[in-house]
């Protein structure tokens, strides 16, 4: 007799493990199509639908190189951290009303410590090749991320108070007759600037920059850069399934199925997020925490007061 | 299969910048068969192009080295009269133009890939960079608890940071094939954090006597400003050549910071200028300030004042800060087409790209009004990077600047503030430099 347990399970691993690859999949097409868009260079789609493929099968040949004296165990396991984290965040995000892969009560919860916990696979890929670049990289990141998660710390809350509950379902429920995007307007920009700072995306690439080379994966080649990269966008894709559910009402809307629902909004967040990193160009780090501390931050104050006062 | 969707997929190339290759080089971006890496360890193809010094040699083996298998080296000679380098056997070396270098790369990619063509071995002998073992009382490389050298290196010592504490430091080369910087470009950086403490510029590479049959002083025949010195040169051609290279240059640091695509629209516009087709660059210019990213990168970022800028560096950049020199003001051609310097302020990195694109609109109203008419030689020309004349020593002044400007300073500002000073060590070889 087949367990129902274990089948849940199965399907759950399954879901997670899909939306992973498919989540980093679509980033990097976003950012072929995007990309050719703001360049000018045209060209047709369907390259831009093999390309991420392609590129990908390189890197699976490549060898995967090691540097003078890494810690090539917690080396290894960074970039393996980082796409647990992104797989965790995914698991809260309710794909219909009777569809969750981990319908945990304190969902949102779960999120924000993924993306506490990012700080230190990033710390780790940057540290342990015993590289200049790298270890800068990872550094810049550290440097950043406090500033980056009491930010989201205080827009998480804001979407809990009108659900009364930290509960990813609830959370979707409560937004049944207006979402938050319209109930707290603040929240969902601010949202999304964390969501590209876990991810180190557009303006917020720091750990990564090209100014050192790649930065925390300037060493990095072959399986373990792939693997960076799609956690990196796997990454990216747990923020805006996350912020679609708890700003755009998740899987609510007419006609077409929860998780079509789901899938579309979140599609439009990370179109939104690729397209800035075409157009908004590299922060410097100084300005990223000025910026942070006395305007963004103050502003999720106000996000929260506000919602504190609606609800 | 694998192999099979990888040799299609677009090439990841590493480039190594010699003398006279850098605009060919960026060129490339406008490829689709290639991708530009900003990490020897993200490619599959080492592409060298122009000259390369003697004292460049050794440093590209290093790069080299630093390719994951498979690897392959391509050398292209880019335009520059020059002879590929001695680096390692089986080299692929290609004298036409971009077609063939393209090609040259997409062929030693797929050839890897599919396992015809052998993975190229190590140049160098993969040992520490100085004899350490065994080495002082613990075999730790030298005296004392922190005085060892391990695996050939000093031991990060700590030193004072600009808040007064005391925090270790990293010790570094940067460059020379570094991709932001412009070829030939070195710094020995102490780094504390993300803080420059010291930054030192190597010698010019360029600058050494080159026993190559095509020595360093050889104009390429395509540099329209140095022909400008000695022969009549349509000022259309002149100004379109200055317009083409300011947008390179605004193209290099909208690259630096991310903005991959911009840079290549910008490169993309620099290659189909027209004279009078001002509407495109000032499309281009509210398009940037609209997003507001050079504001956020570049405001405040490597400031040279005035007083240093006249003393230090020309053209456009001592422009940016305010110094009205320009070799066009004395040109009575120029003056007949009613030309008047423009200027900025401020003589930041962001004063910099404003006076370059300022520049480039005024250039192409330039060509346009010119018409047919020449520019005789005789007077200094208004190069790119400001007056040229037979011996003019362009950047070197600019590069024993560096030292001052990003001391203290964070590291990505101190590369924003490299690129931006927009140096060109290969067009401005003086004995000075070779000898400091």
């Given amino acids: 007799m087949v367990d129902v347990a274990h089948v849940s399970t199965l399907v759950g691993v399954l879901t997670v493990g899909t939306s992973l690859v498919l989540g980093a999949y679509v980033v990097a097409v976003l950012d072929e199509v995007i990309g050719a868009r703001v360049g000018g260079d045209g060209g047709p789609i369907t390259t831009a639908l093999v390309t991420p493929w392609r590129r990908g099968a390189i890197l699976l040949t490549q060898q995967r190189l090691a540097t003078e004296r890494p810690d090539a165990t917690t080396w290894a396991i960074a970039p393996a951290t980082y796409t647990a984290l992104a797989a965790a965040a995914l698991t809260v995000v309710p794909l219909s009303p009777s569809f969750v892969v981990a319908d945990v009560r304190a969902g949102i919860v779960l999120y924000g410590a993924a993306e506490v916990l990012a700080m230190i696979a990033i710390f780790l890929n940057g540290w342990s090749p015993n590289s200049v670049f790298g270890l800068v990289g990872g550094y810049r990141f550290v440097a950043l991320a406090v500033s980056y998660t009491l930010l989201s710390m205080f827009v998480l809350i804001a979407v809990a108070l009108p659900a009364e509950s930290l509960q990813m379902s609830e959370i979707v429920r409560a937004q049944q007759g207006l979402w938050n995007v319209v109930r707290q307007p603040l929240g969902l920009p601010l949202f999304l600037v964390v969501a590209s700072g876990i991810a180190f995306w557009g303006p917020l690439n720091l750990a990564d920059a090209s100014d050192l080379a790649g930065g925390s994966s300037a060493e990095a080649s072959g399986s373990h850069l792939l693997v960076w990269k799609v956690a990196r966008g796997a990454m990216l894709t747990a923020g805006s399934a996350v912020g679609a559910t708890a700003f755009l009402g998740g899987w609510l809307g007419p006609w077409l199925p929860g998780p079509v629902w789901v899938a579309l909004k979140t599609s439009v967040l990370l179109a939104v997020l690729v397209a800035s990193g075409h157009l908004l160009g590299r922060m410097r780090v100084e300005r990223v925490v000025t910026v942070f501390w006395t305007v963004l931050l103050p502003l999720a104050f106000l996000d929260l007061a506000l919602a504190g006062l609606v609800a | 299969m694998l192999a099979a969707s990888g040799a299609r997929a677009p090439v990841?190339?590493?480039?190594?910048?010699?003398?006279?290759?850098?605009?060919?080089?960026?060129?490339?971006?406008?490829?689709?068969?290639?991708?530009?890496?900003?990490?020897?360890?993200?490619?599959?193809?080492?592409?060298?192009?122009?000259?390369?010094?003697?004292?460049?040699?050794?440093?590209?083996?290093?790069?080299?080295?630093?390719?994951?298998?498979?690897?392959?080296?391509?050398?292209?000679?880019?335009?520059?009269?020059?002879?590929?380098?001695?680096?390692?056997?089986?080299?692929?070396?290609?004298?036409?133009?971009?077609?063939?270098?393209?090609?040259?790369?997409?062929?030693?990619?797929?050839?890897?890939?599919?396992?015809?063509?052998?993975?190229?071995?190590?140049?160098?002998?993969?040992?520490?960079?100085?004899?350490?073992?065994?080495?002082?009382?613990?075999?730790?490389?030298?005296?004392?608890?922190?005085?060892?050298?391990?695996?050939?290196?000093?031991?990060?010592?700590?030193?004072?940071?600009?808040?007064?504490?005391?925090?270790?430091?990293?010790?570094?080369?940067?460059?020379?094939?570094?991709?932001?910087?412009?070829?030939?470009?070195?710094?020995?950086?102490?780094?504390?954090?993300?803080?420059?403490?010291?930054?030192?510029?190597?010698?010019?590479?360029?600058?050494?006597?080159?026993?190559?049959?095509?020595?360093?002083?050889?104009?390429?025949?395509?540099?329209?400003?140095?022909?400008?010195?000695?022969?009549?040169?349509?000022?259309?051609?002149?100004?379109?050549?200055?317009?083409?290279?300011?947008?390179?240059?605004?193209?290099?640091?909208?690259?630096?910071?991310?903005?991959?695509?911009?840079?290549?629209?910008?490169?993309?516009?620099?290659?189909?200028?027209?004279?009078?087709?001002?509407?495109?660059?000032?499309?281009?210019?509210?398009?940037?300030?609209?997003?507001?990213?050079?504001?956020?990168?570049?405001?405040?970022?490597?400031?040279?004042?005035?007083?240093?800028?006249?003393?230090?560096?020309?053209?456009?950049?001592?422009?940016?800060?305010?110094?009205?020199?320009?070799?066009?003001?004395?040109?009575?051609?120029?003056?007949?087409?009613?030309?008047?310097?423009?200027?900025?302020?401020?003589?930041?990195?962001?004063?910099?790209?404003?006076?370059?694109?300022?520049?480039?609109?005024?250039?192409?109203?330039?060509?346009?009004?010119?018409?047919?008419?020449?520019?005789?030689?005789?007077?200094?020309?208004?190069?790119?990077?400001?007056?040229?004349?037979?011996?003019?020593?362009?950047?070197?002044?600019?590069?024993?600047?560096?030292?001052?400007?990003?001391?203290?300073?964070?590291?990505?500002?101190?590369?924003?503030?490299?690129?931006?000073?927009?140096?060109?060590?290969?067009?401005?070889?003086?004995?000075?430099?070779?000898?400091?």
């Fill in chain 2, 12 to 436: 990841p190339v590493f480039t190594a910048a010699g003398g006279g290759a850098g605009d060919a080089l960026q060129d490339l971006c406008l490829r689709r068969e290639i991708r530009l890496v900003d990490s020897p360890r993200h490619a599959t193809v080492l592409l060298v192009a122009g000259r390369l010094p003697r004292s460049l040699v050794r440093p590209l083996a290093q790069v080299h080295d630093q390719l994951p298998h498979p690897r392959a080296t391509v050398w292209w000679q880019a335009g520059s009269p020059s002879e590929p380098p001695q680096l390692v056997p089986g080299m692929t070396t290609v004298a036409a133009g971009q077609d063939a270098a393209v090609e040259a790369v997409v062929t030693a990619h797929r050839e890897l890939l599919r396992g015809v063509r052998a993975s190229e071995q190590h140049v160098l002998a993969d040992e520490p960079p100085a004899r350490w073992r065994g080495v002082g009382p613990h075999g730790q490389g030298g005296e004392g608890m922190m005085g060892g050298r391990p695996y050939g290196r000093p031991m990060p010592m700590t030193g004072p940071d600009r808040d007064g504490l005391e925090l270790d430091q990293v010790r570094c080369t940067v460059g020379p094939f570094f991709g932001p910087f412009p070829p030939g470009l070195a710094l020995d950086v102490v780094l504390q954090g993300d803080v420059v403490q010291e930054a030192t510029a190597h010698p010019n590479p360029f600058a050494e006597p080159d026993p190559s049959p095509h020595p360093a002083g050889d104009a390429p025949a395509h540099d329209v400003f140095r022909r400008a010195l000695t022969d009549a040169v349509p000022v259309r051609d002149l100004e379109l050549a200055r317009a083409d290279h300011h947008l390179r240059a605004v193209a290099r640091v909208a690259d630096l910071h991310g903005l991959r695509a911009v840079a290549r629209r910008v490169v993309r516009t620099a290659g189909q200028l027209q004279p009078g087709q001002v509407a495109a660059v000032r499309s281009l210019r509210q398009r940037l300030e609209r997003w507001r990213w050079p504001r956020w990168a570049l405001a405040g970022v490597g400031v040279l004042d005035r007083q240093v800028a006249s003393r230090t560096v020309a053209g456009p950049t001592a422009r940016a800060a305010g110094v009205a020199v320009d070799a066009r003001s004395d040109d009575p051609v120029y003056a007949d087409l009613g030309f008047e310097p423009v200027t900025h302020q401020e003589g930041d990195a962001l004063a910099r790209v404003r006076q370059l694109l300022a520049e480039t609109e005024q250039a192409l109203e330039l060509a346009a009004r010119a018409a047919g008419r020449h520019r005789a030689p005789g007077s200094g020309v208004e190069g790119p990077r400001g007056a040229l004349t037979p011996t003019s020593a362009g950047s070197d002044t600019a590069l024993r600047l560096l030292p001052d400007l990003l001391a203290g300073r964070e590291w990505g500002d101190s590369v924003t503030t490299v690129v931006s000073l927009d140096l060109d060590l290969d067009g401005a070889v003086s004995p000075a430099v070779a000898a400091g």
